[in-house]
């Protein structure tokens, strides 16, 4: 219907189009913020990772070339990036190993955020094997508890879904009370290269189970 109208005409609807679209998204993120939870920022978890990036620049095409992990999980659902802090599950009982199964533990089972399963090409923090995991409690809930994973030497990112066989529990931490800063000590000993930290965090304020995955890069800085 485009090409028969001028091409004045055709960039302006296209610009019109392009400020609706940006437009959505922010009323999208707006509602989303206000019943804000929160994930891990440091190292990033990959839907924040996304959003850090890109949140601004979303209708950028150089998205699909560059971060090619970012834009299928866009494609798949913007809620992805844009809801980086509800990535949730209620009423799990502490039975994370029991109700999430192998390859879905980066969503935590969570169908809206299913494209955070994906092995690939994520992008990667630096890290030592000795670090401090930050994680953004937004809402104040507190903590019941945060565990803490890192991926065993030879696990391969880039082409195996995440499973709990793949990991080792390396920190299990005790109650964080509501605005309590968390920056969690943790020691990854004898990785290098491309692994995934995972962390569950309990919420205190409800039976509220929050999950994520860090790419992070060990022998780095």
């Known amino acids: 219907m485009l090409r028969s109208r001028s091409p004045r005409l055709r960039r302006l609807l296209l610009r019109i189009a392009?400020?609706?679209?940006a437009s959505a998204a922010v009323l999208c993120f707006t509602a989303q913020g206000a019943g804000a939870h929160g994930?891990?920022?440091?190292?990033?978890a990959r839907q924040y990772s996304c959003w850090e990036r890109w949140g601004s620049d979303?209708?950028?095409p150089d998205m699909a070339t560059e971060d090619p992990m970012c834009y299928q999980a866009f494609q798949a659902n913007p809620n992805t990036m844009w809801s980086w802090m509800s990535l949730?599950?209620?009423g799990?009982?502490?039975q994370h190993e029991q109700r999430i199964p192998d390859n879905q533990l980066c969503s935590g089972a969570n169908p809206e955020y299913a494209s955070l399963d994906q092995p690939g090409d994520w992008h990667t923090t630096a890290l030592a094997n000795d670090f401090t995991l930050h994680y953004e409690d937004q809402a104040r809930h507190g903590a019941d508890y945060y565990w803490v994973y890192v991926t065993k030497q030879g696990y391969d990112a880039t082409t195996d879904a995440l499973d709990?066989?793949?990991?080792?529990r390396v920190v299990e931490t005790g109650v964080y009370?509501?605005?309590?800063a968390v920056d969690i000590q943790v020691s990854a000993p004898g990785r290098t290269g491309h692994h995934i930290v995972y962390?569950?965090?309990q919420a205190s304020h409800f039976d509220q189970t929050f999950y994520s995955c860090s790419d992070v890069t060990f022998g780095g800085a």
Do not use: F, K, Y
Not at 18 to 21: D, E, Q, Y
Not at 164 to 168: F, T
Not at 177 to 180: A, I, L, M, T, V
């Open 92 to 94: 799990m009982q502490g």
């Open 18 to 21: 392009a400020v609706a679209m």
């Open 58 to 60: 979303h209708l950028n």
């Open 88 to 90: 949730l599950r209620e």
């Open 164 to 168: 709990w066989g793949d990991l080792e």
């Open 39 to 44: 994930t891990a920022t440091s190292p990033a």
């Open 199 to 201: 962390v569950i965090w």
């Open 177 to 180: 009370e509501p605005g309590e």
